[in-house]
Protein backbone atom coordinates (compact mmCIF):
# COMPACT_ATOMS: atom_id res chain seq x y z
CA UNK A 1 0.00 0.00 0.00
CA UNK A 2 1.61 2.70 -0.70
CA UNK A 3 2.16 5.97 1.65
CA UNK A 4 3.48 9.46 1.12
CA UNK A 5 6.60 8.71 3.16
CA UNK A 6 7.87 5.87 0.58
CA UNK A 7 5.75 6.85 -2.57
CA UNK A 8 8.12 8.81 -5.48
CA UNK A 9 6.18 11.33 -7.77
CA UNK A 10 8.81 9.70 -10.20
CA UNK A 11 11.13 6.45 -10.86
CA UNK A 12 13.51 7.13 -13.64
CA UNK A 13 15.28 3.41 -15.16
CA UNK A 14 18.46 4.60 -16.44
CA UNK A 15 20.87 7.07 -15.46
CA UNK A 16 22.31 8.49 -18.71
CA UNK A 17 22.02 11.77 -19.83
CA UNK A 18 18.24 11.16 -20.64
CA UNK A 19 17.58 9.96 -17.12
CA UNK A 20 19.82 13.00 -14.98
CA UNK A 21 18.54 15.26 -17.40
CA UNK A 22 14.54 14.16 -16.86
CA UNK A 23 15.46 14.24 -12.87
CA UNK A 24 17.01 17.34 -12.72
CA UNK A 25 14.06 19.29 -14.23
CA UNK A 26 12.01 17.12 -11.86
CA UNK A 27 13.61 17.74 -8.55
CA UNK A 28 13.79 21.13 -9.60
CA UNK A 29 10.23 21.54 -9.96
CA UNK A 30 9.90 20.28 -6.16
CA UNK A 31 8.44 16.37 -7.31
CA UNK A 32 10.00 13.40 -5.34
CA UNK A 33 12.32 11.39 -8.37
CA UNK A 34 14.58 8.82 -8.13
CA UNK A 35 16.79 7.38 -10.78
CA UNK A 36 17.66 3.81 -10.70
CA UNK A 37 20.80 2.31 -12.60
CA UNK A 38 22.21 -0.77 -12.77
CA UNK A 39 25.56 0.10 -13.86
CA UNK A 40 27.43 3.30 -13.83
CA UNK A 41 25.79 6.87 -13.90
CA UNK A 42 26.37 8.12 -17.02
CA UNK A 43 25.81 5.49 -19.47
CA UNK A 44 27.18 5.21 -22.98
CA UNK A 45 28.74 8.68 -23.10
CA UNK A 46 31.33 7.82 -19.89
CA UNK A 47 33.74 5.81 -22.38
CA UNK A 48 33.95 8.78 -24.97
CA UNK A 49 37.17 10.53 -24.07
CA UNK A 50 35.87 13.81 -25.73
CA UNK A 51 32.29 15.32 -26.60
CA UNK A 52 33.17 18.59 -28.21
CA UNK A 53 29.33 19.41 -29.57
CA UNK A 54 27.69 19.56 -26.31
CA UNK A 55 26.62 23.21 -26.63
CA UNK A 56 27.83 25.44 -23.98
CA UNK A 57 31.12 22.51 -23.80
CA UNK A 58 33.59 23.60 -25.54
CA UNK A 59 35.47 20.07 -24.77
CA UNK A 60 34.39 17.52 -21.85
CA UNK A 61 35.12 13.77 -21.19
CA UNK A 62 31.68 11.38 -21.29
CA UNK A 63 32.65 11.16 -17.68
CA UNK A 64 33.26 14.61 -16.46
CA UNK A 65 30.14 15.45 -18.41
CA UNK A 66 27.81 13.06 -16.97
CA UNK A 67 29.13 13.53 -13.81
CA UNK A 68 28.34 17.04 -13.77
CA UNK A 69 24.69 16.34 -15.20
CA UNK A 70 24.16 13.88 -11.71
CA UNK A 71 25.70 16.48 -9.36
CA UNK A 72 23.47 19.41 -10.48
CA UNK A 73 20.32 17.03 -9.90
CA UNK A 74 21.49 15.83 -6.71
CA UNK A 75 21.67 19.53 -5.98
CA UNK A 76 17.86 20.01 -6.49
CA UNK A 77 17.13 17.18 -4.57
CA UNK A 78 17.02 14.23 -7.18
CA UNK A 79 17.53 10.79 -5.40
CA UNK A 80 19.99 7.89 -7.18
CA UNK A 81 19.83 4.10 -6.99
CA UNK A 82 22.46 1.75 -7.82
CA UNK A 83 20.09 -1.60 -8.49
CA UNK A 84 19.06 -3.53 -11.33
CA UNK A 85 15.05 -2.79 -12.83
CA UNK A 86 13.55 -6.28 -13.23
CA UNK A 87 10.03 -5.47 -13.15
CA UNK A 88 7.36 -3.32 -13.98
CA UNK A 89 3.80 -3.26 -12.75
CA UNK A 90 2.06 0.00 -15.00
CA UNK A 91 -1.34 -0.55 -13.60
CA UNK A 92 -3.71 1.61 -11.87
CA UNK A 93 -2.40 5.54 -10.43
CA UNK A 94 0.49 3.91 -8.58
CA UNK A 95 2.88 1.99 -10.20
CA UNK A 96 5.74 -0.17 -9.22
CA UNK A 97 9.30 -0.43 -10.34
CA UNK A 98 10.82 -4.08 -9.13
CA UNK A 99 14.38 -3.75 -8.68
CA UNK A 100 17.26 -5.82 -7.16
CA UNK A 101 17.04 -3.95 -3.85
CA UNK A 102 13.57 -3.65 -3.36
CA UNK A 103 10.19 -2.29 -5.00
CA UNK A 104 9.68 1.35 -5.65
CA UNK A 105 6.31 2.66 -5.97
CA UNK A 106 5.28 5.95 -7.88
CA UNK A 107 2.67 7.88 -10.04
CA UNK A 108 5.13 8.20 -13.21
CA UNK A 109 7.78 6.02 -14.72
CA UNK A 110 10.42 7.45 -17.59
CA UNK A 111 12.63 4.48 -18.94
CA UNK A 112 15.95 5.57 -20.17
CA UNK A 113 17.80 2.27 -20.31
CA UNK A 114 19.43 3.69 -23.53
CA UNK A 115 20.79 1.14 -25.61
CA UNK A 116 23.44 -1.76 -26.02
CA UNK A 117 25.71 -2.85 -28.35
CA UNK A 118 24.41 -5.19 -31.21
CA UNK A 119 26.13 -8.22 -31.97
CA UNK A 120 26.56 -9.07 -35.71
CA UNK A 121 25.59 -13.23 -36.16
CA UNK A 122 29.36 -13.59 -37.84
CA UNK A 123 30.49 -17.11 -37.64
CA UNK A 124 32.87 -17.68 -34.75
CA UNK A 125 31.35 -14.39 -32.66
CA UNK A 126 30.21 -16.02 -29.40
CA UNK A 127 32.78 -18.84 -29.28
CA UNK A 128 35.43 -16.64 -29.56
CA UNK A 129 34.06 -13.81 -26.97
CA UNK A 130 36.85 -12.74 -24.61
CA UNK A 131 39.14 -14.68 -26.67
CA UNK A 132 39.61 -12.31 -29.90
CA UNK A 133 36.27 -10.51 -30.02
CA UNK A 134 35.68 -7.67 -27.85
CA UNK A 135 32.82 -4.91 -27.80
CA UNK A 136 34.38 -1.95 -25.94
CA UNK A 137 38.03 -0.48 -27.05
CA UNK A 138 38.20 1.48 -23.27
CA UNK A 139 38.29 -2.03 -21.58
CA UNK A 140 40.15 -4.51 -23.76
CA UNK A 141 42.48 -2.71 -26.15
CA UNK A 142 45.29 -2.55 -24.19
CA UNK A 143 45.38 -6.66 -24.51
CA UNK A 144 46.30 -6.25 -28.11
CA UNK A 145 49.29 -4.26 -28.12
CA UNK A 146 51.41 -5.51 -31.09
CA UNK A 147 48.67 -7.13 -33.04
CA UNK A 148 46.54 -6.25 -35.84
CA UNK A 149 42.90 -5.48 -35.13
CA UNK A 150 39.37 -5.53 -37.03
CA UNK A 151 36.68 -2.89 -36.60
CA UNK A 152 33.45 -3.79 -37.45
CA UNK A 153 31.50 -1.23 -38.32
CA UNK A 154 30.65 1.82 -40.20
CA UNK A 155 29.14 4.58 -37.52
CA UNK A 156 30.62 7.23 -35.01
CA UNK A 157 32.10 4.70 -32.49
CA UNK A 158 33.75 2.40 -35.37
CA UNK A 159 35.66 5.66 -36.27
CA UNK A 160 36.47 6.66 -33.33
CA UNK A 161 37.25 3.76 -31.69
CA UNK A 162 39.40 2.71 -34.21
CA UNK A 163 41.73 5.95 -33.91
CA UNK A 164 42.02 4.79 -30.10
CA UNK A 165 42.98 0.86 -30.56
CA UNK A 166 45.78 2.29 -32.55
CA UNK A 167 47.63 3.30 -29.57
CA UNK A 168 48.25 -0.41 -29.15
CA UNK A 169 47.14 -2.37 -32.59
CA UNK A 170 49.73 -2.24 -35.18
CA UNK A 171 47.25 -1.65 -37.53
CA UNK A 172 43.43 -1.40 -37.30
CA UNK A 173 41.07 -2.68 -40.63
CA UNK A 174 37.62 -1.80 -40.38
CA UNK A 175 35.27 -3.49 -42.66
CA UNK A 176 32.08 -1.49 -42.83
CA UNK A 177 28.91 -3.20 -44.80
CA UNK A 178 28.27 0.45 -46.02
CA UNK A 179 29.89 2.34 -48.86
CA UNK A 180 31.13 5.26 -45.96
CA UNK A 181 31.03 6.09 -42.66
CA UNK A 182 27.52 7.04 -41.15
CA UNK A 183 28.69 9.44 -38.67
CA UNK A 184 29.90 13.19 -38.58
CA UNK A 185 33.16 14.07 -41.04
CA UNK A 186 35.28 15.39 -38.71
CA UNK A 187 35.23 11.88 -37.03
CA UNK A 188 35.33 10.08 -40.43
CA UNK A 189 38.35 12.21 -41.72
CA UNK A 190 40.67 11.68 -38.73
CA UNK A 191 39.94 7.55 -39.07
CA UNK A 192 40.11 7.77 -42.90
CA UNK A 193 43.68 9.83 -42.67
CA UNK A 194 45.34 7.49 -39.98
CA UNK A 195 48.49 5.70 -41.28
CA UNK A 196 47.66 3.04 -39.16
CA UNK A 197 43.84 2.58 -40.37
CA UNK A 198 42.49 0.83 -43.45
CA UNK A 199 39.13 0.89 -44.36
CA UNK A 200 37.18 -1.10 -46.67
CA UNK A 201 33.60 -0.56 -47.81
CA UNK A 202 31.09 -2.74 -48.43
CA UNK A 203 32.51 -5.84 -46.45
CA UNK A 204 30.78 -7.94 -44.86
CA UNK A 205 32.71 -10.08 -41.85
CA UNK A 206 31.89 -14.02 -42.43
CA UNK A 207 33.92 -15.92 -39.93
CA UNK A 208 36.86 -16.05 -37.58
CA UNK A 209 38.11 -18.35 -36.44
CA UNK A 210 41.09 -20.46 -34.60
CA UNK A 211 42.03 -22.52 -31.21
CA UNK A 212 42.23 -20.27 -28.16
CA UNK A 213 42.13 -17.40 -29.96
CA UNK A 214 40.85 -15.79 -33.41
CA UNK A 215 44.10 -16.93 -36.32
CA UNK A 216 41.93 -16.44 -39.19
CA UNK A 217 39.14 -13.86 -40.41
CA UNK A 218 37.02 -14.34 -43.51
CA UNK A 219 35.31 -11.26 -44.95
CA UNK A 220 33.50 -11.11 -48.35
CA UNK A 221 33.28 -7.59 -50.50
CA UNK A 222 29.49 -7.61 -51.00
CA UNK A 223 29.87 -5.38 -54.39
CA UNK A 224 31.97 -7.91 -56.11
CA UNK A 225 31.61 -11.61 -54.07
CA UNK A 226 35.47 -11.49 -53.66
CA UNK A 227 36.16 -13.55 -50.24
CA UNK A 228 39.12 -12.83 -48.62
CA UNK A 229 40.79 -15.08 -45.92
CA UNK A 230 43.02 -13.86 -43.73
CA UNK A 231 45.16 -15.74 -41.19
CA UNK A 232 48.17 -14.42 -38.25
CA UNK A 233 51.65 -15.07 -38.35
CA UNK A 234 52.43 -18.20 -36.55
CA UNK A 235 51.98 -17.81 -32.92
CA UNK A 236 49.99 -14.41 -33.16
CA UNK A 237 46.64 -13.64 -33.25
CA UNK A 238 44.21 -11.15 -34.42
CA UNK A 239 41.46 -8.75 -32.83
CA UNK A 240 38.17 -8.19 -33.78
CA UNK A 241 36.42 -5.00 -32.09
CA UNK A 242 32.63 -4.90 -32.84
CA UNK A 243 30.37 -1.95 -33.18
CA UNK A 244 27.74 -2.22 -35.55
CA UNK A 245 25.34 -0.48 -33.92
CA UNK A 246 23.01 -1.12 -30.66
CA UNK A 247 19.75 -2.80 -29.46
CA UNK A 248 17.38 -0.77 -27.27
CA UNK A 249 16.97 -2.16 -23.47
CA UNK A 250 13.24 -2.06 -23.61
CA UNK A 251 12.70 -5.68 -22.30
CA UNK A 252 11.16 -4.32 -18.94
CA UNK A 253 8.27 -2.67 -21.21
CA UNK A 254 8.19 -4.68 -24.24
CA UNK A 255 5.05 -6.40 -23.57
CA UNK A 256 3.44 -3.78 -22.33
CA UNK A 257 4.09 -0.51 -24.90
CA UNK A 258 4.12 -0.13 -28.21
CA UNK A 259 7.88 -0.59 -29.93
CA UNK A 260 8.51 -0.79 -33.70
CA UNK A 261 9.74 -3.70 -35.75
CA UNK A 262 13.61 -3.13 -33.91
CA UNK A 263 12.67 -2.83 -30.28
CA UNK A 264 12.42 0.61 -30.12
CA UNK A 265 9.89 2.50 -27.75
CA UNK A 266 7.64 4.98 -30.16
CA UNK A 267 6.62 7.79 -28.25
CA UNK A 268 4.48 10.87 -28.72
CA UNK A 269 5.87 14.42 -29.63
CA UNK A 270 5.47 14.97 -25.61
CA UNK A 271 7.39 11.28 -25.39
CA UNK A 272 4.42 9.83 -23.48
CA UNK A 273 4.08 6.12 -24.54
CA UNK A 274 0.88 3.60 -25.14
CA UNK A 275 1.01 3.12 -21.57
CA UNK A 276 -0.77 5.92 -19.08
CA UNK A 277 2.42 6.83 -16.76
CA UNK A 278 5.29 5.60 -19.27
CA UNK A 279 7.58 7.93 -20.65
CA UNK A 280 10.71 7.64 -22.80
CA UNK A 281 13.66 9.76 -23.67
CA UNK A 282 17.00 8.90 -25.14
CA UNK A 283 18.58 6.43 -27.11
CA UNK A 284 15.50 3.64 -26.57
CA UNK A 285 13.15 5.71 -28.02
CA UNK A 286 12.52 5.61 -32.08
CA UNK A 287 14.30 8.51 -33.46
CA UNK A 288 16.46 10.09 -36.53
CA UNK A 289 19.58 10.93 -34.04
CA UNK A 290 21.02 9.53 -31.73
CA UNK A 291 23.40 12.04 -29.27
CA UNK A 292 23.70 13.85 -26.37
CA UNK A 293 22.17 16.91 -27.05
CA UNK A 294 18.85 15.06 -28.31
CA UNK A 295 18.56 12.61 -25.03
CA UNK A 296 18.64 15.80 -22.94
CA UNK A 297 16.01 17.49 -25.11
CA UNK A 298 13.85 14.48 -24.93
CA UNK A 299 14.24 13.81 -21.62
CA UNK A 300 13.22 17.71 -20.69
CA UNK A 301 10.25 17.22 -22.40
CA UNK A 302 9.08 14.02 -21.13
CA UNK A 303 10.04 15.65 -17.60
CA UNK A 304 7.65 18.74 -18.06
CA UNK A 305 4.38 16.50 -19.38
CA UNK A 306 5.73 14.11 -16.41
CA UNK A 307 5.38 17.01 -14.15
CA UNK A 308 1.78 17.97 -15.35
CA UNK A 309 0.50 13.60 -15.09
CA UNK A 310 1.70 13.80 -11.50
CA UNK A 311 -0.03 16.80 -10.37
CA UNK A 312 -3.21 15.21 -11.64
CA UNK A 313 -2.37 12.12 -9.85
CA UNK A 314 -1.41 13.67 -6.58
CA UNK A 315 -5.14 15.43 -7.14
CA UNK A 316 -7.09 12.24 -7.74
CA UNK A 317 -5.35 10.40 -5.05
CA UNK A 318 -4.92 12.62 -2.13
CA UNK A 319 -0.88 11.51 -1.67
CA UNK A 320 1.73 13.48 -1.95
CA UNK A 321 4.96 12.36 -1.78
CA UNK A 322 7.65 13.99 0.38
CA UNK A 323 9.28 17.11 -1.48
CA UNK A 324 12.82 16.53 -1.88
CA UNK A 325 15.61 18.54 -0.17
CA UNK A 326 18.02 20.67 -2.18
CA UNK A 327 21.76 21.20 -1.90
CA UNK A 328 21.82 18.51 1.35
CA UNK A 329 20.78 14.94 -0.53
CA UNK A 330 23.38 13.03 -0.78
CA UNK A 331 21.38 9.59 -1.51
CA UNK A 332 20.99 8.75 1.86
CA UNK A 333 19.69 5.50 0.12
CA UNK A 334 22.99 4.50 -1.99
CA UNK A 335 25.23 2.64 -0.27
CA UNK A 336 27.59 3.35 -2.57
CA UNK A 337 30.51 5.86 -3.00
CA UNK A 338 29.81 6.89 -6.77
CA UNK A 339 33.06 8.93 -6.81
CA UNK A 340 37.05 7.87 -7.62
CA UNK A 341 39.10 8.72 -4.98
CA UNK A 342 41.43 11.11 -5.89
CA UNK A 343 45.65 10.92 -5.55
CA UNK A 344 47.47 13.88 -3.62
CA UNK A 345 46.11 15.50 -0.38
CA UNK A 346 43.23 14.06 1.12
CA UNK A 347 42.67 11.40 -1.01
CA UNK A 348 38.82 11.70 -0.98
CA UNK A 349 37.03 14.59 -1.86
CA UNK A 350 33.93 16.32 -0.15
CA UNK A 351 31.55 14.58 -1.85
CA UNK A 352 32.54 11.22 -1.76
CA UNK A 353 33.17 11.59 2.14
CA UNK A 354 29.71 12.25 2.14
CA UNK A 355 29.05 9.58 0.74
CA UNK A 356 31.30 7.33 2.51
CA UNK A 357 30.13 8.64 6.16
CA UNK A 358 26.43 7.19 4.74
CA UNK A 359 28.08 3.70 3.94
CA UNK A 360 29.61 3.70 7.24
CA UNK A 361 26.68 4.57 9.36
CA UNK A 362 24.83 1.71 7.67
CA UNK A 363 27.35 -0.98 8.18
CA UNK A 364 26.20 -3.23 10.79
CA UNK A 365 29.67 -5.23 12.09
CA UNK A 366 33.42 -3.90 11.67
CA UNK A 367 35.98 -5.17 9.22
CA UNK A 368 39.45 -5.33 8.97
CA UNK A 369 41.32 -4.23 6.26
CA UNK A 370 44.65 -7.04 6.49
CA UNK A 371 47.06 -5.47 3.94
CA UNK A 372 49.52 -7.67 1.85
CA UNK A 373 52.74 -5.33 0.73
CA UNK A 374 55.55 -5.02 -1.53
CA UNK A 375 58.37 -3.13 -2.46
CA UNK A 376 56.73 -0.91 -5.06
CA UNK A 377 54.34 2.14 -5.33
CA UNK A 378 51.45 0.18 -6.18
CA UNK A 379 51.46 -0.74 -2.61
CA UNK A 380 52.06 2.30 -1.33
CA UNK A 381 48.96 3.32 -2.69
CA UNK A 382 47.33 0.64 -1.42
CA UNK A 383 47.98 1.24 1.87
CA UNK A 384 47.60 5.12 1.45
CA UNK A 385 43.89 4.12 0.30
CA UNK A 386 43.03 1.96 2.96
CA UNK A 387 44.39 3.98 5.75
CA UNK A 388 42.11 6.83 4.55
CA UNK A 389 38.81 4.66 4.62
CA UNK A 390 40.23 3.85 8.34
CA UNK A 391 40.06 6.63 9.12
CA UNK A 392 36.69 7.47 8.08
CA UNK A 393 34.72 5.40 10.62
CA UNK A 394 35.44 3.35 13.93
CA UNK A 395 33.69 0.58 11.58
CA UNK A 396 37.67 -0.31 9.60
CA UNK A 397 40.78 -0.92 10.51
CA UNK A 398 44.24 -1.70 8.60
CA UNK A 399 46.80 -4.45 9.46
CA UNK A 400 49.51 -5.45 7.58
CA UNK A 401 50.59 -9.17 6.46
CA UNK A 402 53.96 -10.14 7.98
CA UNK A 403 53.04 -13.28 5.88
CA UNK A 404 55.65 -14.60 3.11
CA UNK A 405 53.09 -16.55 1.26
CA UNK A 406 50.44 -14.01 0.81
CA UNK A 407 53.35 -11.21 0.01
CA UNK A 408 53.44 -13.24 -3.59
CA UNK A 409 49.61 -11.78 -4.72
CA UNK A 410 50.80 -8.03 -3.16
CA UNK A 411 49.42 -5.46 -3.50
CA UNK A 412 46.21 -6.64 -1.86
CA UNK A 413 43.70 -6.14 0.95
CA UNK A 414 41.63 -9.10 2.38
CA UNK A 415 38.23 -8.22 4.41
CA UNK A 416 38.54 -9.92 7.44
CA UNK A 417 36.42 -9.75 10.55
CA UNK A 418 37.59 -8.91 13.53
CA UNK A 419 37.94 -12.13 14.99
CA UNK A 420 40.26 -12.94 11.83
CA UNK A 421 37.98 -15.23 10.07
CA UNK A 422 37.47 -14.34 6.07
CA UNK A 423 34.81 -12.96 4.47
CA UNK A 424 35.57 -14.62 1.27
CA UNK A 425 36.43 -10.95 -0.52
CA UNK A 426 39.96 -9.88 -1.11
CA UNK A 427 41.41 -6.94 -4.34
CA UNK A 428 44.48 -7.49 -5.71
CA UNK A 429 45.66 -4.28 -6.80
CA UNK A 430 44.33 -0.76 -5.89
CA UNK A 431 40.47 -0.42 -5.97
CA UNK A 432 40.57 3.09 -7.86
CA UNK A 433 39.11 3.96 -11.10
CA UNK A 434 35.86 2.21 -11.72
CA UNK A 435 36.36 -0.32 -8.88
CA UNK A 436 36.19 2.14 -6.12
CA UNK A 437 32.68 2.06 -5.86
CA UNK A 438 32.19 -1.74 -6.32
CA UNK A 439 35.19 -2.18 -2.76
CA UNK A 440 33.16 -0.16 -0.75
CA UNK A 441 29.51 -1.95 -2.07
CA UNK A 442 31.55 -4.92 -1.23
CA UNK A 443 32.30 -3.68 2.55
CA UNK A 444 28.49 -2.68 2.91
CA UNK A 445 28.22 -6.73 1.67
CA UNK A 446 30.69 -8.18 4.49
CA UNK A 447 29.81 -6.06 7.18
CA UNK A 448 26.03 -6.08 6.80
CA UNK A 449 23.08 -5.78 6.12
CA UNK A 450 24.16 -5.94 2.61
CA UNK A 451 22.10 -5.81 -0.35
CA UNK A 452 18.68 -7.10 -0.32
CA UNK A 453 18.56 -10.13 -2.51
CA UNK A 454 15.84 -11.55 -4.17
CA UNK A 455 14.73 -15.14 -2.46
CA UNK A 456 15.28 -17.30 -5.51
CA UNK A 457 19.20 -15.70 -5.60
CA UNK A 458 19.49 -16.29 -1.68
CA UNK A 459 18.28 -19.84 -2.14
CA UNK A 460 20.71 -20.48 -4.84
CA UNK A 461 23.32 -19.06 -2.56
CA UNK A 462 22.13 -21.58 0.66
CA UNK A 463 22.44 -23.97 -1.63
CA UNK A 464 25.95 -24.09 -2.72
CA UNK A 465 27.80 -26.71 -0.44
CA UNK A 466 30.87 -27.32 -2.08
CA UNK A 467 34.19 -24.88 -2.24
CA UNK A 468 33.72 -21.99 -4.75
CA UNK A 469 37.09 -20.11 -5.97
CA UNK A 470 36.02 -17.36 -8.00
CA UNK A 471 38.62 -15.02 -10.05
CA UNK A 472 37.55 -11.74 -11.27
CA UNK A 473 40.11 -10.28 -13.74
CA UNK A 474 39.58 -6.72 -14.11
CA UNK A 475 41.07 -3.41 -15.47
CA UNK A 476 40.21 -0.37 -13.93
CA UNK A 477 39.64 1.01 -16.99
CA UNK A 478 36.37 -0.95 -17.23
CA UNK A 479 33.07 -0.04 -17.34
CA UNK A 480 31.63 -3.68 -17.49
CA UNK A 481 33.26 -4.94 -15.05
CA UNK A 482 32.03 -3.23 -11.15
CA UNK A 483 28.69 -4.77 -11.99
CA UNK A 484 30.49 -8.40 -12.15
CA UNK A 485 32.58 -7.75 -8.99
CA UNK A 486 30.04 -6.67 -7.05
CA UNK A 487 27.56 -9.63 -7.69
CA UNK A 488 30.68 -11.95 -7.16
CA UNK A 489 31.80 -10.55 -3.61
CA UNK A 490 27.94 -10.34 -2.84
CA UNK A 491 27.66 -14.51 -2.96
CA UNK A 492 31.03 -14.24 -1.55
CA UNK A 493 29.65 -12.15 1.48
CA UNK A 494 26.52 -14.23 1.82
CA UNK A 495 28.25 -17.89 1.44
CA UNK A 496 30.86 -19.20 3.45
CA UNK A 497 31.56 -22.02 0.49
CA UNK A 498 32.49 -18.83 -1.83
CA UNK A 499 35.53 -16.98 -2.53
CA UNK A 500 35.52 -13.88 -4.46
CA UNK A 501 38.94 -12.42 -5.14
CA UNK A 502 39.18 -9.52 -7.39
CA UNK A 503 42.64 -9.00 -9.73
CA UNK A 504 43.71 -6.02 -11.60
CA UNK A 505 45.46 -7.34 -14.59
CA UNK A 506 47.56 -4.65 -14.92
CA UNK A 507 49.42 -5.71 -11.53
CA UNK A 508 49.00 -9.67 -12.63
CA UNK A 509 49.69 -10.00 -16.19
CA UNK A 510 50.55 -13.71 -15.18
CA UNK A 511 46.83 -14.52 -14.87
CA UNK A 512 46.08 -12.83 -18.33
CA UNK A 513 48.62 -14.93 -20.05
CA UNK A 514 47.51 -18.11 -17.82
CA UNK A 515 44.14 -18.14 -18.56
CA UNK A 516 44.05 -16.56 -21.90
CA UNK A 517 42.09 -13.29 -21.42
CA UNK A 518 41.97 -11.07 -24.01
CA UNK A 519 38.77 -8.75 -22.80
CA UNK A 520 36.97 -8.01 -19.45
CA UNK A 521 35.78 -9.21 -17.62
CA UNK A 522 36.99 -12.42 -17.11
CA UNK A 523 35.48 -14.94 -13.89
CA UNK A 524 37.81 -17.81 -13.23
CA UNK A 525 35.76 -20.30 -11.44
CA UNK A 526 37.82 -22.98 -9.60
CA UNK A 527 40.86 -21.87 -11.00
CA UNK A 528 39.92 -22.55 -14.71
CA UNK A 529 37.30 -25.44 -14.05
CA UNK A 530 35.31 -22.65 -15.62
CA UNK A 531 35.74 -19.49 -17.34
CA UNK A 532 33.87 -16.73 -18.97
CA UNK A 533 33.82 -13.14 -20.02
CA UNK A 534 31.77 -10.65 -19.98
CA UNK A 535 29.55 -8.16 -17.66
CA UNK A 536 27.55 -10.77 -15.26
CA UNK A 537 24.81 -9.90 -12.85
CA UNK A 538 24.08 -11.83 -9.53
CA UNK A 539 21.78 -14.19 -11.70
CA UNK A 540 23.95 -14.47 -14.25
CA UNK A 541 27.37 -15.61 -11.90
CA UNK A 542 24.94 -18.11 -9.89
CA UNK A 543 24.27 -19.97 -13.22
CA UNK A 544 27.60 -20.36 -13.88
CA UNK A 545 28.77 -21.31 -10.09
CA UNK A 546 25.93 -24.04 -10.31
Not at 43 to 64: D, H, L, M, R
Not at 277 to 305: M, N, P
Not at 383 to 400: G, I, N, P
Amino acid sequence: MANEQTLYDAVIVGGGPAGLTAALYLARARYRVIVVEQDHFGGQITITSEIVNYPGVPSASGKELAESMRSQAEAFGAEFLLAEAVGVDLEGDVKTVRTTRGDLQCFAVLLATGAHPRRVGFAGEDAFQGRGVAYCATCDGEFFEGREVFVVGGGYAAAEESVFLTKYATHATILMVTDDFTCASSVADEARAHEKITVLPHTQLEEVSGDDAVRCVRYRDTATGEVTKRCASEGDSFGVFVFAGYEPATELVREAAEVDEFGYIVTDRSQRTSVEGLYAAGDVCVKALRQVVTATGEAALAATEMERYVAAMQERTGLVPVRPVRATARAASLPVATETPREGDGLFDEATRAQLDTVFGRMENSLVLRLSLGEGAASEELRAYMEELARLTDKLSVEVSQDMGEEAEAPCVRVRRPDGTATGLAFHGVPGGHEFTSFVLGLYNAAGPGQPIDDESREAIAAISRPVDLKVLVSLSCTMCPDTVAAAQRIAAESPHVRADVYDLNHFPDLKERFNVMSVPCVVVNDGERVSFGKKNLGALLDLVG
